[in-house]
């Protein structure tokens, strides 16, 4: 079953971290889908950009996903657009460093922005959803959500943070008909993996890079009526990375 125009329609969804990588190619894959899409990053110039590139069909302001009268602003905003029935929340900053090297403030920032933003979100976003007849919530954790991964823990604790949170709400908004899935992927080609030392891992069996599309379908499954049955659940997309010991 395909996605077609018709496959979001008369829908408006908001998307933060929106500006580039996955958060803009989320909003390129909604609208395609017949969606409306209002887009938020504290990156305002590189969030109209993208906006501008959609048309009629976006909209674009600012948002620190940490500030709670910004989640408000870009839920009123999304209000007066159309019937708000989906929020993708996918803003996130990256932490290296371990558990004896990680300062307090540097933990407390990763989990601000990638679990209180998306709290935030929900808090603000599923009330409009829920005036609409319902909708869907998608979170962007991580295959590091699922796992540890050595040197990086404030940003697996966020996201096994976030896993937690969306079985939560999934069970807070179930009564509202708002579904809350988690979204885990493995390292796709975006500008937040500059740096790191490859695309593809000797341990994964799909020997092609992630690109940000390869989520953004997965995102659009979620965010539509064709996943009805499915809430508090896991959608893993790493190329089977993280399968098992693989050998070739």
Known sequence: ????????????????????????????????????????????????????????????????????????????????????????????????GSAVQTSLDEFRQVQAVNVEGSLLGIAAVAPAIRDNGGGSIVNISSVAGLLGIHDHVAYVTSKWAVRGLTRSAALDLGPWAIRVNSVHPGRIVTPFIDGLDSSVLPNQVIREAGVPRDISALVVFLLSEHSRFSTGSEFIADGGRYLGEFRR
Request: aromatic share 4%; net charge negative.
């Open 1 to 96: 079953m395909g996605f077609t125009p018709q496959t979001l329609a008369d829908r408006v969804v908001i998307v933060s971290g929106a500006a580039r990588g996955m958060g803009a190619e989320h909003a390129r894959a909604i609208v395609e889908a017949g969606g409306r899409v209002v887009l938020g990053d504290v990156d305002v110039d590189g969030v109209a950009s993208v906006a501008e590139t959609l048309g009629d069909s976006a909209r674009s302001v600012a948002l620190d996903v940490t500030d709670p009268a910004d989640w408000q602003r870009i839920t009123d905003l999304a209000e007066d657009f159309g019937r708000v029935g989906g929020l993708v929340n996918n803003a996130g900053i990256f932490g290296a």
